[in-house]
């Protein structure tokens, strides 16, 4: 029976699978209880003869009175006695209620020690499940580890390996005197090489708990094996000395050994053993030469190294470095760029790594603040950026960056204003307006101007920079990263200042990128235009949808000029049928430059995205012909796979998908592929049908569960979807969007409100009672953080106990799909423990985030909003009434005792949306100077005002002040004012030229009310629309228009391609 058959694995892994449970007590007592339960009426007496006869048998090995059982350890009889002991009254009455003690028995050397001679497996159980147990048995017998190798050395043959190590270990025992067992390991590896066993063999085989594997395995390939060997390393303590050579051993060997591979795969695993045993002695100088080697690691591995260490051992990493980091003479000038590289990679594993980082952890994280990313600063608690501990450690930081290069420099000042809100944007940049004015000779302020041109508001530099300026200082604008509305109003002043030729043209550098579609027509026939094409789709940063249409119909009508002398990145948005015509060099090369640039990729319409994946099949795979897309091409695809037809998805080798799942996890699946993706999976080979999964099968697909449809993911099973593997899923989505692809993705090729439906489906058996017997649940903290908070309803959430809430208050307000009734449950809650209100602190404000929304208009006023950062925060905020955005407004100009006309463009700015509090009359008095700077921090705003108040703001941004009349407005500044050119008057709009039109912004696009699109704009200026912009245009939009201005806007989508507008 199974009783009496041996238990062992051929392997082991220290996580299994949830679908394999670890073998724990339970199910060593079902060893005799099992097949007593499992018996059928109809096989009763054979099964009471068979377990009477299996008793006799455990008896009498119990009693000694057989030798033993074949198959069977001497430990698996032991345990099984103690449990026949038990049941039929032990010599010890102690014993008689309690069965089998495993925890003791794990405690107990004597047999411990012969375990591991015996049965390894028992040994596995005790050290997972009693590991302190294990420590304590195993780490106190040291002369038993020496035993070990001795006798494993005199009896097993084994080829050498790794002689740099072994070398190197010699070496150190005559340098340095060692702690006794270190030493005899050292000094014994000669006579070991006459066994041929590698030193990693020898060591491993020190432990007295064996592996089920030929050791001889690491003499060839470590790696693998290395994770076990050190996690038994790491729970057994050693003494000073002894610490001190190893640190001294790794030291050396890490300068002096030339295998960067062998480092790479020896620090990650040993790091968090080296980061305790350097704490505990105070080792800077090794710790110096650990983070050399990090620096020289490729990125993955360092995030790998840091993700997979245990949080408390990574804490004690950061506190110590910090208080040694100025014995460790970091010296950021003069890093490489992959040191530079490899020091942001290491901040930003850091911060993953906490979820919710404290003033502590962050004074200790704070060395690394000149290598954060603002997304990830941003991302920090609100209470944590206004703590006085936090705020000192930025300063002193802040006060080192002068040590960062001036590329490092503006690549800081590019991602801070650029990912800031506007507000924020607005304040940093008039903050350093004021220093740089105080300090104009410093090299480092002459730096940072260069690195600030590109959000200088167009107003400024209207003010600023003429012709014969730019052109003067043409050396040093060339290569500034301007906007595309800068480039054009610099472009214009230079052509105003001299008539420059298209050779001169290809010397502006990003300027260039300015030029208008009329001035580069008048080039055509000049010598040299096909290299004029290729400078101006080589330029950085993204070309103008404009200038790209205008060298598309050029290239339309010009058969002569060479396609191919394009750069990768423009062929690639060529339209469908001239990319037909480019030769198969320039087709590798966009692909090659899609898959190393793939969010440009997400960015295509998608009959283009189509296309290429298309593409790729017919260049690169001819496997195609025999009928499957096979795993050779599905490699060479990768992320392109969903973005195939249907009919080449249907051709997709299941079992080689199977294969790759893992990284099809961090693909991007759009709306339209959805169906046949979901049909893919679901299909016998892969996951068979939903009603019939199993946990595993949800825990393998990830957030491929999303994939689904949400019919077929509501029939996966309840029990199936339990807490934890939903929590699983969530987390794995979650990671996934805050990557770079997965934020694109989500943004441009999602469907929002399907993806909620589908998660809300996935939460049923959590969020909802499963049965009318059962209560509704109420969450916790906990709940909430592992789904999310608009998934309960309003009732679940005030059910909430008031300390659940506050520890959960920061994630509950930055949950923007909060409803109205969710939000002011949660006020109602809450405000006994916030009230008075007015007493309210700027960090408690912060935490409260869009749940603030739903104050009373009286305690919005009495709330203080005044603080900067608290105001540009909630300016951000969509969720606001017009009501409550007024109750603010005017909270916040009473207590500053401010009006409408002293606003500056930074108060402007910070109000974001919160000017829509503003009623018309007062927006008519705001300083049109003042708005025409802050279009540039607003521009990218939805603003949630009427229609009065918007024709208010434009029409004010009319004003000489401003930009002047909109009849004489250039392309640049209905680029620079965003959105806000949704709100001009329909007279304003109606009357605009083809290069006005070009200069609106999609987002602009977007936003204008169907009714009014369809009267303001003719065929023929819909006509004028870039592809961009044409599929911007709503489906409420299209509805509203005519047949003649529907197809302008389907030739303009499709770039004047017929065949493909029609179909």
């Known amino acids: 029976g199974e009783t009496l058959q041996s238990q062992k694995p051929s392997t082991y892994s220290k996580t299994a699978p949830s679908s394999q449970k670890p073998f724990r007590q339970n199910q060593i007592r079902e060893l005799s209880n099992a097949p007593r339960s499992q018996v059928r009426d109809g096989d009763r007496k054979q099964k009471e003869q068979e377990i009477s006869t299996s008793a006799e048998i455990l008896e009498a090995a119990c009693n000694e009175s057989i030798p033993g059982l074949t198959g069977v350890s001497n430990f698996t009889v032991f345990l099984y006695c103690k449990l026949f002991e038990g049941e039929n009254g032990p010599a010890d009455p102690a014993m008689g209620h309690m069965g089998l003690d495993l925890h003791e028995t794990c405690s107990d050397a004597a047999w411990y020690l012969s375990a591991a001679e015996d049965d390894f497996f028992w040994v596995h159980v005790c050290s997972e499940f009693f590991a302190q147990e294990f420590n304590n048995t195993v780490c106190a017998n040291s002369s038993f580890w020496l035993q070990r190798a001795q006798q494993a050395a005199a009896i097993k043959d084994y080829h050498f390996f790794n002689q740099s190590i072994d070398s190197l270990c010699v070496q150190l025992s005559d340098e340095e005197p060692l702690k006794p067992r270190l030493a005899d390991v050292c000094a014994d590896l000669q006579a070991e090489q006459e066994s041929k066993k590698c030193f990693l063999q020898r060591f491993f085989d020190m432990l007295p708990a064996r592996y089920e594997f030929d050791t001889s395995q690491l003499c060839v390939e470590p790696a693998p094996l290395l994770v076990d060997l050190l996690h038994k390393l790491s729970v057994c303590e050693m003494e000073g000395g002894e610490r001190e050579g190893v640190l001294h051993t790794v030291g050396v060997f890490l300068r002096k050994e030339q295998n960067a591979t062998l480092k790479e795969d020896l620090l990650s695993c040993f790091s968090p053993v080296l980061w305790d045993l350097i704490q505990q002695n105070d080792n800077s100088s090794t710790l110096r030469v650990l983070l050399q080697e990090y620096f020289q690691m490729p990125r993955d591995r360092i995030r790998s190294l840091v993700m997979s260490a245990e949080k408390d051992a990574v804490k004690r990493f950061l506190s110590h470095m910090h208080q040694s980091w100025d014995q460790l003479q970091v010296e950021t000038s003069q890093a490489s760029q992959q040191e530079l590289q490899a020091m942001e990679t290491m901040t930003s594993a850091f911060i993953h790594k906490f979820p919710r980082v404290t003033p502590e952890l962050f004074v200790d994280l704070s060395q690394f603040i000149p290598f954060m990313s603002v997304s990830d600063i941003m991302s920090f608690p609100a209470s944590l950026i206004v703590n006085d501990s936090v705020l000192t450690a930025i300063l002193l930081s802040a006060l080192q960056w002068s040590d960062i290069s001036q590329e490092a420099h503006c690549l800081c000042w590019r991602a801070m204003l650029t990912d800031l809100k506007p507000g924020h944007r607005a304040m940093l940049y008039s903050a350093v307006q004021e220093v740089m004015a105080l300090h104009r000779d410093s090299r480092n302020i002459t730096q940072q101007v260069n690195c600030l041109f590109p959000f200088v508001p167009l107003r400024k530099l209207m003010q600023t ?62 010598t040299g235009f096909t290299e004029l094409l290729q400078t101006l789709s080589e330029l950085p940063g993204v070309m103008r949808p404009a200038l790209r249409k ?102 997709v ?68 979807l339990n807490k934890d593997i939903v929590e699983q899923v969530l987390a794995g989505q979650r990671r996934w969007q805050d990557s770079v692809v997965g934020e694109v993705c989500v943004s441009r090729c999602t469907d929002q409100n399907y993806h909620r439906q589908q998660t809300q489906i996935l939460l049923r058996g959590i969020v909802k009672a499963r049965s009318r017997r059962t209560k509704v649940p109420v969450p916790s903290c906990a709940d909430i953080r592992g789904t999310f908070p608009s998934a309960w309803t309003s009732t679940q959430l005030r059910r909430m106990s008031l300390d659940e809430l506050k520890e959960c208050m920061e994630v509950l307000g930055q949950d923007s799909s909060l409803s109205s009734e969710q939000r002011r449950s949660l006020w109602g809650k809450l405000k006994q423990s916030f009230s008075p209100v007015r007493e309210l602190r700027a960090d408690q404000v912060l935490e409260l985030g869009s749940v603030l929304t739903e104050m009373g208009d009286r305690e919005l006023q009495e709330t203080n909003l005044t603080h900067p950062a608290v105001l540009a925060h909630l300016g951000t905020l969509t969720q606001w009434s017009p009501q409550k955005m007024r109750a603010v407004v005017l909270g916040v100009m009473r207590k500053c005792r401010l009006k409408a006309e002293h606003l500056s463009f930074v108060d402007l700015a910070t109000f974001g949306h919160l000017l829509c509090g503003l009623s018309s009359s007062e927006i008519r008095r705001l300083g049109p100077y003042n708005l025409s700077v802050a279009v540039v921090f607003l521009r990218e705003l939805s603003m949630p005002c009427s229609e009065q108040q918007m024709e208010a703001l434009t029409s004010h941004l009319s004003r000489p002040e401003a930009f002047g009349p909109v009849s004489a407005w250039g392309p640049e500044i209905f680029t620079e004012i965003g959105t806000l050119a949704a709100g001009l008057p329909d007279m304003a709009l109606s009357a605009l030229l083809r290069e006005q039109v070009e200069g609106l912004i999609p987002e602009a696009v977007a936003l204008m009310s169907p009714q009014k699109m369809a009267v303001v704009f003719s065929a023929l200026q819909l006509s004028w629309l870039s592809a961009e912009q044409a599929w911007a245009v709503t489906e409420a939009q299209w509805a509203e228009l005519d047949p003649e201005q529907r197809h302008a806007v389907g030739l303009a989508r499709y770039e004047g391609d017929v065949l493909l507008e029609l179909r």
């Open 465 to 526: 920079m003429s012709g014969e300026t730019t052109w003067r200082g043409i050396g040093t604008y060339r290569d500034a990263q301007w906007s595309p509305q800068q480039a054009q109003f610099l472009f214009k002043k230079i052509r105003e200042y001299k008539n420059i030729t298209s050779k001169e043209l290809r010397y502006l550098g990003v300027i260039a990128g300015g030029v208008s579609c009329d001035v580069l027509r008048l080039w055509i026939n000049s």
């Open 550 to 651: 205008c060298i598309v119909e050029i290239l339309r009508k010009q058969a002569d000029l060479d396609l191919g002398a394009l750069s990768s990145g423009f062929a690639a948005t060529l339209p469908v049928t001239m990319i037909e015509n480019l030769p198969n060099t320039s087709i590798r090369a966009i692909l090659s430059y899609i898959q190393s640039h793939f969010v440009e990729f997400l960015k295509l319409p998608r009959y283009k995205q189509t296309n290429l994946a298309e593409k790729a099949i017919a260049e690169l795979g001819p496997s195609l012909a025999k009928g499957k897309v096979d795993g050779n091409l599905l490699d060479i695809l990768g992320p392109l796979l969903p973005f195939l037809d249907r009919d080449s998805l249907a051709q």
């Open 653 to 720: 080798d299941r079992r080689a998908l199977a294969l790759r799942l893992e990284d099809m996890r961090m693909f991007c699946i759009p709306k339209e592929a959805l169906r046949d993706i979901s049909g893919i999976l679901t299909q016998k080979e892969l996951f068979g049908d939903p009603s019939k999964w199993e946990v595993m099968d949800v825990e393998h697909l990830g957030r491929l569960v999303f994939a689904l449809s949400a019919k077929q993911i509501n029939s996966i099973p309840l029990t199936v």
